[in-house]
């Protein structure tokens, strides 16, 4: 890292409040960074059109662009710009049309396009694996919004969506919610750093994340160790389904607080979990996949009841599905668990002192295993 880092901040716009109502906040750019902040339409207390650019920069340097639509009820809140950021973090890693939805700087619901399904079906996808979770969330695409995903987006209420570009007639069907702010993005790949204020006058700085897993044949696919002359070898290779959700699911667990977990199927989030334990985490999203599993058939929404209820489901929805870890197992008790509930692949970095007790479980249950030789933790 630097020896000295100089930072020389410009405000580009107040925001209507921090994590809190009585927070102030505002937007910064870093000198150099050059962010583009400009709110192309609004609406004034008479519900009139206005307009407001703020001065120009540059246009021969890169830019960091964020176009403000449409503002609701007000200017963006400090949880907005932070849902949208940590949505962005992942979702620059697809390259098939996707859709995040976030609540409170955490995932709630993912999908990515599955053969040719319109970016309307991929988003309902997203916002049914938690429907619950979803409601007011902040929407965030890695693709273009149409009239038909903007109509599928207005049944619900979201409190804002951001996207890379919107079509006219879907930012006048978005008009039509009050409330519902609309953000514009761009340079996605600019690679800077993260900044934390920390105890005293101490600031954190490091590398943003980047992952070195670009596609699936990155993976270490049937990994192995040796213990004591005894070779131990993950037996079972995945499907390739299996590999390409491993891959959208270490993308996702990316943007998961850890210890994070991500249970995916067929491009979908179905359960996701993060805990002060590894096997904690496990167990949340596993709970979590069984309790949304019922309330998409219209069942009682209650975790307990469901859980003491599984025979009632006709299908089990974890059947066939991956999971991804963003930490290694630290013992096969997680392993077990996965196995127990029909999980049939996992990604995970590896690692661990156990990892021959990891793979030796996997073999036993028939899943399929592979390794990044990297972590993704968050927090």
């Not at 955490?106 to 599955?114: D, E, I, K, R």
């Not at 750093?193 to 105890?199: A, E, G």
């Not at 699936?216 to 004591?228: A, L, T």
């Not at 196995?339 to 996992?346: N, P, V």
Request: with cysteine; charged share 30%; glycine share 8%.
């Amino acid at each position: 890292m630097e020896e000295e880092i100089n930072s020389n901040l410009r405000k580009v716009r107040d925001l209507s409040y921090g994590e809190n109502p009585h927070q102030r906040a505002g937007l910064y750019s870093q000198e150099g960074r050059h962010l583009e902040l400009e709110l192309i339409i609004t609406r004034d207390q008479n519900n009139s059109p206005s307009d407001l650019v703020l001065p120009n920069i540059a246009k021969d340097k890169p830019r960091n662009k964020v176009f403000c639509y449409k503002k609701g009820r007000g200017e963006l809140s400090a949880n907005n710009v932070e849902d949208i950021t940590d949505a962005l973090s992942f979702l620059r890693f697809f390259s098939r049309p996707s859709v995040a939805v976030m609540k409170h700087v955490m995932p709630c619901g993912f999908a990515t396009q599955n053969k040719d399904e319109s970016l309307s079906e991929v988003y309902r996808k997203a916002r049914e694996a938690d429907r619950r979770s979803s409601y007011g969330g902040v929407v965030v695409s890695n693709s273009f919004i149409d009239l038909e995903t903007a109509k599928t987006i207005s049944e619900s209420f979201v409190d804002c969506v951001a996207a890379p570009e919107f079509d006219e007639s879907a930012i006048n069907v978005f008009e039509r919610k009050e409330n519902l702010r609309c953000v514009k993005f761009s340079n996605l790949e600019n690679k800077n750093h993260y900044v934390k204020s920390l105890f005293g006058d101490l600031i954190l700085v490091q590398e943003k994340y980047f992952t070195k897993i670009k596609s699936y044949g990155d993976f270490i696919v049937n990994p192995f160790v040796e213990i004591g002359g005894s070779m131990h070898r993950v037996e079972r290779t995945p499907t390739e389904r299996e590999l390409e959700d491993l891959l959208s699911a270490w993308y996702v667990a990316s943007g998961v607080r850890s210890n994070g977990v991500v249970i995916l199927k067929d491009g979908v989030s179905i359960g996701i979990g993060y805990s002060t334990e590894r096997v904690g985490a496990v167990e949340i999203a596993i709970a979590r996949a069984y309790q949304k599993g019922f309330a998409r058939r219209g069942k009682e929404y209650n975790l307990f009841e469901c859980l003491a209820k599984l025979d009632e489901l006709p299908v089990n929805p974890l059947e066939g599905a991956v999971l991804a870890s963003d930490g290694f197992f630290p013992k096969a008790d997680s392993i077990e668990l996965i196995g127990e509930h029909g999980i049939k692949a996992i990604v995970q970095p590896g690692g661990s002192k156990k990892d021959y007790e990891i793979i030796d479980a996997a073999n036993k249950l028939g899943i399929a295993m592979v390794f990044t030789g990297e972590r993704c933790f968050r927090h």
